[in-house]
């Protein structure tokens, strides 16, 4: 069930079948599960914002068992992972940083069995309909190049003045046609978060 703070929550599908003139097989695949939420702190300002990140820590469970369940996949079978918020007018970036930091990631990383590197962020402040692109990495290694990437998302009417918009991204593979060299999947050690 959902927490009555969320107003919507939209999942969206990237599907890459052809690139360039080559065609993709299998199709690359990227979801983004995004939850439009209250912000209790919107227009006044609050030291404490503990509510917030423990907004976090569910969102991150709930944001990423959506976004797996619509690759299809089990969660140990994604490859990369990113996250990003945007704020309301009337809302601060601090507040997209106390959802997304402190507690988001750990439920994160537990909905995909690991996730050894630091999931990449991204926060801004914007009205409705506002994009914003989520950088994604790969879950286990950071220097995995054929994972650099992103996913832009936006939801026409959100955030509101008053709301945030968060979001978790997951892919089940890296970029279509990777060829600029480095680390490879097959190379992953998945130890320091970085090889």
């Known amino acids: ?13 990237e599907e890459t079948h052809r690139e360039a003139s080559e065609r993709i097989q299998p199709p690359t695949r990227k979801a983004a599960a995004i939850a439009v939420i209250g912000n209790p702190f919107a227009g006044r300002y609050v030291a404490d914002l ?12 709930l ?10 996949i089990e969660g140990p079978a994604a490859h990369s992972y990113g996250k990003a918020a945007i704020v309301g007018e009337d809302g601060e970036l601090e507040h997209a940083a106390a959802i997304l930091h402190p507690k988001l990631g750990a439920p994160v990383r537990a909905v995909l069995g690991k ?3 630091l999931i990449p962020s991204a926060k801004k402040r914007g009205g409705m309909g506002t994009p914003i692109d989520i950088p994604l990495g790969h879950k286990d290694a950071a220097y995995v190049r054929s994972h650099f990437d992103a996913i832009e998302v936006r939801v026409a009417d959100a955030p ?18 990777p060829r600029i060299g480095g680390l490879t999947v097959d190379q992953i050690e998945g130890k320091d978060g970085l090889r």
């Open 63 to 72: 944001l990423a068992e959506r976004a797996v369940a619509a690759l299809g």
């Open 50 to 61: 503990g509510e917030l990140v423990e907004v976090g820590a569910m969102l991150g469970r």
């Open 160 to 177: 509101r003045r008053d709301e945030i918009l968060v979001a978790v991204a997951v892919t089940d593979s890296g970029r279509p046609l």
């Open 115 to 117: 996730g050894a590197a």
């Open 1 to 13: 069930m959902a927490d009555p703070l969320i107003r919507k929550l939209v999942v969206t599908v």
